[in-house]
């Protein structure tokens, strides 16, 4: 099968697919195919016994063809023996698509799924757009398992997803079109015609919106965020207005792999299955990638704030800190706390890695929609603080936030 059939995160084996082409215009020369090996390597060497089970490594594994079998066979295992009760709706989500995608039998996760989506509503009538997210990851399995008795958790979705006013998130709106498409190929026959075209409305408002977050450069919404939205635009039967110049997209990508960028397993997992073809088994990269180039200290100026009201210990406090050349963001935070007490903090471990969730004892708060945001300058980092590599004088700030 070629890499145009595949559809991160999702397997969409009954949509439809891409035209030859667009196959043929984001092909991955064989020239750069080794870079492509080297972050499949270099994600699949990721999963360890004490690791957190990622079902989108597992499910890129598949979809890519996997190089570390032991690798793919712990993970597996790992994500059969995960307790539901500790799983949201999205990991639960993922994790029936990993399964399925090894050939397993994800068990009674399907049922708990299809009963926690009945009961399923926004916080609000206008909630942030990440809170469909989640929701989109559910609806993608349950397609999948059983698309008819999804069909009214379907609709409800829809209708609530276009009468959001919120902010566009190119993340989210990618996984809705996939979750979506999914169940717009999937009516069943003699159903009402309204189904096909509740969905077709949505999807065309969705894949507009994407559309328009291309960058001149080929990249969509931000680097991290084109793996999705190059699958979502692949798949829709809604295409856009807008042209969409794919291989410029797959150039513009190469480009950032070169230069290091995907290093984080879980983008590598969103990127992977638009550039691999899966029959094509993975080979051990020639050359090992980009390292620090200095060994020499930089300074970098990171602050503390908290300004948030009903929030006790307000604090703006910062601090310059000296580390060598090359370290990621989570090696300044670890010198601010030694050299003061009061930049204490805590992290808890995601599938996108390390995410700092409480500095000076202010957690945050899921039901007070808190979270600590951190910034260069005024422009949020699209890293984590185990990924993200400050530059000379580069000004951190960790600003407690609401959403």
Sequence with gaps: MAWFALYLLSLLWATAGTSTQTQSSCSVPSAQE????????????????????????????????????????????????????????????????????????????????????ENWAPSSPNAEASAFYGP??????????????????????????????????????????????????????????????????????????????????????????????????????????????????????????????FHNPMSIAQILPSLKDHEVQPTLPSNPGPGPTSASNITVIYTINNQLRGVELLFNETINVSVKSGSVLLVVLEEAQRKNPMFKFETTMTSWGLVVSSINNIAENVNHKTYWQFLSGVTPLNEGVADYIPFNHEHITANFTQY
């Design 34 to 117: 080794p870079l492509v090996n080297g972050i499949q390597v270099l994600m699949e060497n990721s999963v360890t016994s004490s690791a957190y089970p990622n079902p989108s490594i597992l499910i890129a594994m598949n979809l890519a063809g996997a190089y570390n079998l032991k690798a793919q066979k712990l993970l597996t295992y790992q994500l059969m023996s995960s307790d539901n009760n500790d799983l949201t709706i999205g990991q639960l989500g993922l994790t029936i698509m990993a399964l399925t995608s090894s050939c397993r039998d994800p068990g009674d996760k399907v049922s708990i799924l299809q009963r926690q989506m």
């Design 136 to 261: 989109s990851l559910a609806i993608l399995a349950l397609c999948q398992k059983n698309s008819e008795a999804t069909l009214p958790i379907a609709v409800r979705f829809a209708k609530t997803l276009l009468a959001n006013s919120s902010p566009f998130n190119v993340d989210t709106g990618a996984m809705a079109t996939l979750a979506l498409t999914c169940m717009y190929n999937k009516i069943p026959v003699g159903s009402e015609e309204g189904y096909r075209s509740l969905f077709g409305q949505v999807l065309k408002d969705i894949v507009e919106k994407i559309s328009m977050k291309i960058k001149d450069n080929g990249i969509i919404g931000d680097i991290y965020s084109t793996g999705l939205a190059m699958q979502a635009l692949s798949v829709t039967p809604e295409p856009s207005k807008k042209e969409w110049n794919c291989k410029k997209t797959t150039d513009m990508i190469l480009n950032e792999i070169k230069q290091g960028k």
